[in-house]
């Protein structure tokens, strides 16, 4: 095996003071958001109909659905954790608006790692003799948070012996990550288990009430670190998660709201209404969300998506075309855009993607400390993450909170990808 240390920016970078309080102040609602629509079977079908028709990674998940809705779910207790990410767009009078790049609904990572960050720069500005902005520098522990939304499904389980089951990747190349978190649980005496959907395939079971086992133990609580990519999914994959789904075991997300967090169920969202609807009676909160939102635009069929394509293909720089996947490095910009949009304007494949304006932050310059990479100093943007962590007990939300921030940062000339797509590293705002 070998270990790297997580990359980082050697310096913090500014972050506007407003944008970062308006990211906070918009996450429970953002928690709301997303608890509602992953409740809401009629918004599913109708919003991911033209994807599932296109999409094959997308309609399976989306079969599952249906599958676990028909048979009843053996459990009430849900726990959302998610990370709300957003980029600070310039605009043409000069200031800088929050603007949301996606929500990640499964497997929103560096919560643990980031847990750390801080520390590190503390230490780098004192180095600096910048002890003054040393102590500006803002303490940060979504592990913590995030463990505690973990911990309080697992108790509403209500079984003192079950564990809580990370679902990891077959090459764990994050485990630092998960570890933090994890800790936290052992810290509160509770039982963590890492396994695979492999292990789920050879050693999970489900009792007569549905209690899920894995070679005699009772899992309380299954934590997907893994799952939000098509590769992952061999058949008997596929049978594991369909496993996990009917299963008594609080899941972290259900595959409900795994699909919320598509980039369809997003664009949808930005047409005038859907909020509203989804949130009857909360019109601050509506406000709150749509206030963050960039122009977002649906390629389905029909005249609304001929005149999109077209002016994307005239203007591909104003763009970002976004298939239904997680994980980075999957959008197209700039000539790949136009060339994949000629290619596809005229077929029903198109409606497996979306448009999206392109976010154009100021860059600023920073070094990016990673292993075996050169040391010099990059012009970068930022981007900032926001994670929420709620449970809900049938109707009644037990809880709804933000857990802490993220800042990735990364060289400009990376149009695409996080800091485990090897393209952004760890930082820490200063707020300015
Ligand atoms: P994924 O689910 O693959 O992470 P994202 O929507 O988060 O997909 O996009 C991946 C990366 O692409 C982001 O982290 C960001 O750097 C860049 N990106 C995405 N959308 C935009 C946009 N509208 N404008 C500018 N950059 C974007
Ligand atoms: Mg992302």
Known sequence: QVVNYAPFTLLPSAVPR???????????DFNLLVDAIS????????????????????????????QVLEEGLA??????????????????????????????????????LTSRTADVHR???????????????????PAKGLALGIAKAWELYGSPRAVVMFLVEEVQRNIFDQRCVENELWNRNIRVVRKRFRDVFEQGSLDASR??????????????????????????????RLLLERSRAVKCPDIATQLA????VQQELSRPGTLEKLLPGCPEAVARIRATFAGLYSLDEGEEGDRIAATAIADPDRFVLKPQREGGGNNLYGEELREVLEKIKDSPERTSYILMDKIKPQPALNYLLRAHSPLRVSECISELGIFGVYVRQ?????????????LRTKAIEHADGGVAAGVAVLDTPYLV
């Open 18 to 28: 407003a944008l970062f309080e308006q990211a906070y102040a918009v996450q429970q």
């Open 39 to 66: 409740q809401n079977k009629e918004f599913l079908e109708k919003t991911l109909a033209s994807t599932i028709k296109v999409d094959d990674f997308t309609a399976r998940l989306f079969r599952i659905y249906i």
């Open 75 to 112: 459990q009430t207790v849900f726990l959302g954790i998610n990370r709300s990410d957003y980029m600070f767009d310039c605009e043409l009078d000069g200031t800088a608006a929050l603007r949301q790049i996606e929500i990640n609904t499964i497997a929103a990572s560096f919560g643990g």
């Open 123 to 141: 230490l780098v500005l004192k180095v600096l003799g910048k002890t003054e902005e040393a102590s500006h520098l803002l303490p940060n522990n």
């Open 211 to 240: 209690r899920l086992y894995m070679d005699g133990q009772e899992v309380a609580v299954v934590y997907y670190r893994e799952g939000y990519v098509p590769q992952v999914y061999d058949q008997q994959n596929w049978e594991a």
């Open 261 to 264: 967090g598509t980039k369809k």
């Open 394 to 406: 049938g109707q009644e939300l037990v809880l709804n909170q933000a857990a802490g921030h993220l």
